[in-house]
């Protein structure tokens, strides 16, 4: 069992940051592919950006170079760093956690609500 907590959204103007954090749970923190997604309304979740056990990222191409994620497995906590926000980056967010210690079942957090004003 895998308990994601995120914390970090928030409402933000155009062109602004924020950093989105999410603590996990259990034992396999280090060797699970963690990631954010998210979703607007009538809209299906979309992966944001995922990092995995070695450190490879891979982002939306909405995103690139604009979005950076990391983790610190010290901390189980993957975080996800958005800089340069418009207002289509307004959704809410979810952190993603899956591995093998757990079959690969996905896993997600409760989602942190982030809204970007023009």
């Known amino acids: 069992q895998v308990q994601l907590v995120e914390s970090g959204g928030g409402l933000v103007q155009a062109g602004g940051s924020l950093r989105l954090s999410c603590a996990a749970s259990?034992?396999?923190?280090?060797?699970?592919?963690m990631g954010w997604y998210r979703q607007t309304p009538g809209k299906q979740r979309e992966l944001v950006a995922s990092?995995?056990?070695?450190?490879?990222?891979t982002y939306a191409d909405s995103v690139k170079g604009r979005f950076t994620i990391s983790r610190d497995n010290a901390k189980n906590t993957v975080y996800l760093q958005m800089n340069s926000l418009k207002p289509e980056d307004t959704a809410v967010y979810y952190c993603?956690?899956?591995?093998?210690?757990?079959?690969?079942?996905?896993?997600w957090g409760q989602g942190t609500q982030v809204t970007v004003s023009s």
């Open positions: 993603n956690s899956r591995g093998l210690a757990t079959l690969w079942r996905n896993y």
């Open positions: 259990g034992n396999s923190f280090s060797a699970n592919v």
């Open positions: 990092i995995n056990s070695l450190g490879s990222t």
